[in-house]
């Protein structure tokens, strides 16, 4: 900083143009943080909100919790399955919505709805879907002869799973589409010609240019989605509610039944702040990439 | 895809998987406008043997979802004012600016663009109990700047990276002050992308659950996303019609936005969605 | 007396350094080109100037005002910005008036000098249209119009010409000259194409790696080149410059190298490495006691490039169009030494030396 008045006076002007930024963020964003850090030592009724400190109590029983650990296992299989599905979905869709098709436009749009709907929504027709005795699947599935009886979507297991997972990838595909396609469109022609003439067919075409070109943006979308689909709370409580019992209930469901359900806010902190460690790790790799990509697209 | 009966061929498979996943809101605006008989057909029909738009007159008459509706409609725009307002100067900060502690600042965005609900959730109902604004449109509209505000600073910080530095050069250098140029010359250039912010931190209001599951218990100050789920809960029998007809009216101002203002949903994702 | 004056003035973007020490007085009403390759500060200079950075150290003056902190708008000065940085949302008369709204002028008033501005500039048939519906040259002039609306004390320009096609620039070239006669102002006309600045400026700055290299009449600069790396950058094709080394001749010193040894008339000593400075245009091949090899023979029509080595490295040198040279073959030649420079090869500093004629 020089002793510029001039300069002074500007960045005095910045400051004041982020301050209510700033000032929203401290109160809506850094404090809950710390606050919920705070929280998670204590053990809190939450009807009364009266507690008392019981140090890193929370954090034991979560070790020694055999519920705490099979949310974690399941948000991560839910995360690691419904994520596979968005991106060869995703990857697939982009590429074919790449061509020329006629209606293109109207084709681009209706994939894309699934993303921008509420989530309610999308789990009611789902849910409606599902009926046991009036849903479309089931009429679709006995017709096709798959099955015999009609399931049980979301009330037995592993079904419930399954269904998740596919309404995830269902609802969150379009995501990658959008950003893969948004890539596609800036691989220039000259690199498929050039490849034509070399004699590579459309497969290592695709594989020798196309993948290559969208190894960049897969990163930055499977690192998002990952983070996004770790931390979802509405699809799956909408869904299943974490049922049967715990079998599909993961870590966010299980902030919320612990607060409102189970009565405890300092344990559902615990459950959050541990949630928050895991998802760290993804977090500062993300904060890293796109560092990266803003240093270089800075001349 | 050469020939003529390649191209047919991929064009049908193309479609037939874009009508596969547009299928459940096909079906939505179907079973909408079938009457409540016809849903209980073994199999089920799929074009209404009769149109009726009987849900749609019970929905607004009988039921609480006009209410949900202006209710989700002063949250959505609420939100959106205030978040685009305030992170446009914001972003216009971190752009254009130099002071200390601006990189980390932006960091900090970028990382609570990153942070899950839940884990805020708990000391914002605290909050709002300790404030005495718990069951208010007010306390969700603060809840939901935790997630807007880093999403549209994002966006528009990059919406405005995209506006040359010359520009606001030669404002300056023609006599504007730093804020008549921020006025005359970044506004206008930053518009289509404050445009396509708004829309996108009002669909993101418009849809948020959480919040409003944990934060509002009255029918006064319900959005629609739980309002309706209540209407899910708390019918004897599920009527699906009404669900479905709730469903499409939810899902108007996205259809709206959808057909009208498309280019900017697809710039705000060139912008930031993408990006980060 | 100065219009325009740098004391000391040094920029650094945190740890680069992109304008060391720069101290430079331009007289009032002078055109004066800042010249150099890409990176070496030109723009960071004329940047600071009106005021869109600020000198970590130094003073800058304008008349005798030291306007370090004076916004740019109260400078006086008017700016064409190499990308042109026209306002796209305002027509092209908008854009000429801004400077003139910014400073409360009225509408009439406002509307008679964009319209002589526009008569000037042959813009009177665009005023209505937007900025992307223009050619590069128009909006160019645009540029150039919203500059010369407010009558400022001093024009800044930076590369205004470095986007436009080869003829239009040429041109563009001669327009501004006519520009600089007309209104009789301070210009300051930054390029990185020595063309330009020769043939437009009344003085040229030449800088590199953020420091003033020299700051001269475009004669001067060519003739009597400061340093190295001027003599290297201005002249196309480029001054040859051969290191050699000064040893004792006899009663006398010579300067030497493999495959040229020149008598010593006045300066140097024995011992010193010296680099000496020869255009193309001062050698001369087909006669005369040194040796080159011709490598490359380019014809352009009004005259020949020709590549040689001598005695291990290449020169270059101009030849008339009539005259043939093999490509491999051996050819005497020699060189004019009353053109000759000089140059210490350590420091890079212009030295005195004189050589003495050949001894025929
Ligand atoms: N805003 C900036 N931040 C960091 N470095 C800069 C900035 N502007 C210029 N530089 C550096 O300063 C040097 C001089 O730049 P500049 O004045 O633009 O050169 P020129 O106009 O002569 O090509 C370059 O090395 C450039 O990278
Ligand atoms: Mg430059």
């Known amino acids: 900083m020089s002793g510029n ?25 850094v404090y809950p943080l710390v606050s919920a850090l705070y929280l998670s030592l204590f053990t809190i009724f939450t009807p009364t909100l009266r507690g008392s400190f019981i140090g890193l109590g929370n954090y034991a ?36 919505l790449h061509q020329n098709i006629v209606f293109r436009s109207l084709a681009r749009s209706l994939i894309l709805f699934p993303y921008f709907v509420s989530t309610v929504v999308a789990v009611l027709v789902w849910r409606w879907l599902f009926n046991d005795l009036y849903g479309v699947m089931n009429h679709l599935m006995l017709m096709a002869g798959l099955i015999k009886m009609p399931l049980d979507w979301l009330g037995s297991m592993p079904n419930a799973m399954i269904s998740i997972i596919l309404v995830g990838a269902w609802k969150y595909f379009p995501f990658v589409v959008i950003a893969v396609l948004a890539r596609l469109q800036t691989i220039p022609d000259a690199l498929y010609e050039a490849a034509k ?88 790799l993300y904060l890293k990439l796109a560092g990266r990509g803003e240093r270089e697209s800075q001349p | 895809m050469k020939t003529l009966a390649g191209r047919i061929a991929f064009n049908l498979f193309a479609w037939t998987v874009v009508l596969v996943t547009a299928f459940p809101l096909i079906w939505m605006i179907l079973t909408s406008v079938k009457p409540q008989f016809e849903l209980f057909r073994i199999p089920p029909t799929f074009w209404p043997e009769q149109i009726t738009f009987e849900h749609y007159v019970r929905l607004i008459y009988e039921t ?140 993101l209001a418009w849809n948020e659950y959480l919040y409003a599951l944990v934060l509002v218990n009255t029918d006064e100050a319900r959005p629609l996303t739980t309002g309706v789920m209540s209407m899910l809960v708390s019918a004897f029998n599920i009527e699906w019609s009404l669900l479905m007809a709730a469903s499409v009216m939810m899902s108007l101002p996205l259809i709206i936005i959808f057909a009208f203002l498309q280019k900017y949903l697809t710039r705000g994702f060139g912008a930031g969605g993408v990006k980060g | 007396m100065a219009d325009v004056s740098f004391q000391k003035v040094r920029k650094a973007f945190g740890s680069a350094v992109a304008v060391k ?64 940085a026209l306002y796209p949302h305002m027509s092209v008369g908008e854009n000429i008036a801004y400077p003139l709204k910014k400073r409360g002028v009225g509408r009439a008033e406002r509307d008679a000098k964009v319209a002589s501005v526009a008569a000037t500039l ?26 010369l609306v407010r009558d400022p004390k001093v024009f800044l320009l930076d590369e205004p010409l470095s986007n436009l096609d080869a003829k239009l620039r040429a041109h563009m070239r001669a327009e501004l000259i006519e520009l600089h006669r007309k209104l009789g102002k301070t210009f300051i006309y930054v390029t990185h194409d020595q063309l330009e600045a020769m043939t437009m400026s009344d003085r040229i700055a030449v800088m590199h790696e953020g420091d003033l290299q020299q700051f001269g009449a475009p004669m001067q600069v060519y003739e009597k080149p400061a340093n190295l790396f001027v003599a290297g950058f201005i002249g196309s094709p480029a001054m040859n410059l051969l290191p050699g080394m000064i040893e004792s001749s006899g ?53 020949t490039i020709v590549m040689a080595d001598i005695g291990g490295q290449s020169a270059i040198v101009r030849v008339q169009p009539d005259t043939a040279h093999v490509v491999g073959s051996e050819t005497p030649f020699a060189v004019r030494t009353s053109r000759l420079h000089a140059f210490d090869s350590v420091t890079g500093a212009r030295l005195d030396l004189a050589f003495a004629p050949p001894a025929s």
């Not at chain 2, 010359?166 to 921020?182: I, K, N, P, S, Y």
């Not at chain 3, 020490?21 to 004066?32: P, Y």
């Not at chain 3, 050698?283 to 011709?294: C, E, N, Q, W, Y």
Request: glycine share 10%; net charge neutral.
């Open chain 3, 122 to 147: 042959q813009l009177g048939a665009l005023l209505d249209r937007k900025p992307r519906q223009l050619s590069g040259g128009q909006q160019q002039r645009v540029a150039l119009g919203r500059a």
């Open chain 3, 251 to 303: 009663s006398g010193l010579a300067f030497v190298r493999q495959g040229l040894r020149l008598a010593v008339g006045a300066g140097g000593q024995a011992g010193q490495k010296v680099t000496i400075g020869v255009r193309p245009e001062d050698i001369a091949l087909g006669s005369g006691p040194f040796v080159a090899t011709v490598r490359i023979v380019e014809p352009t029509g009004h005259e």
């Open chain 1, 5 to 29: 008045p001039l300069d002074k006076r500007y960045a005095v002007l910045g400051a004041m143009l982020i301050a209510p930024t700033v000032l929203i963020f401290c109160a809506v964003i």
């Open chain 2, 64 to 203: 609480p979802f006009l209410k949900y509706m202006r209710n989700s409609l002063i949250l959505g725009f609420t939100t959106t004012i205030v978040v685009v307002v305030v992170a446009t100067l914001g972003a216009h900060s971190l752009v254009r600016f130099r002071y200390p502690g601006r990189e980390r600042l932006a960091q900090m965005v970028l990382f609570t663009y990153l942070l899950p609900s839940v884990v805020l959730i708990l000391p914002l109902y605290l909050m709002m109990v300790w404030l005495g604004i718990a069951n208010t449109i007010f306390s969700l509209v603060i809840a939901y700047t935790t997630f807007a505000l880093p999403y549209a600073l994002w966006l528009l910080r990059s919406f405005m990276q995209g506006i040359p530095d010359d520009l606001e050069a030669a404002a300056l250098v023609d006599g504007a002050t730093r804020m008549e140029a921020f006025v005359d010359v970044i506004l206008p250039q930053a518009l289509p992308g404050i445009i396509s912010t708004s829309l996108f931190t009002f669909i």
């Open chain 3, 21 to 84: 020490s720069l101290d430079l007085a331009i007289g009032s009403g002078e055109f004066v080109s800042l010249l150099g390759p890409s990176g070496c500060g030109k723009t960071t200079t004329l940047r600071m100037l009106a005021g869109l950075e600020f000198p970590t150290e130094g003073e800058i003056r304008i008349g005798d005002r030291v306007v370090n902190a004076v916004p740019p708008g109260q400078r006086d000065i008017a700016m064409v910005f190499q990308s042109y």
């Open chain 1, 61 to 96: 029983y979560l070790v020694n919790s055999p519920e705490f650990w099979r949310s974690l296992w399941n948000t991560l299989l839910w995360t690691v399955c419904t994520l596979t599905l968005q991106i060869v979905f995703g990857v697939a869709a982009a590429l074919m």
């Open chain 1, 197 to 284: 003439i070399d004699g590579a067919g459309a497969w290592s075409r695709f594989v020798d240019i196309t993948l290559p070109q969208l190894r960049d943006v897969l990163v930055v979308v499977v690192l998002l989605r990952a983070i996004w689909d770790f931390k979802e709370f509405d699809l799956i409580y909408l869904l299943t509610g974490g049922g049967p019992i715990i079998a599909t209930q993961t870590l966010p469901l299980m902030v919320y039944k612990d607060a409102f359900g189970l009565n405890d806010m300092g344990r559902a902190s615990a459950v959050a702040v541990s949630m928050m460690l895991v998802m760290l790790s993804f977090m500062v």
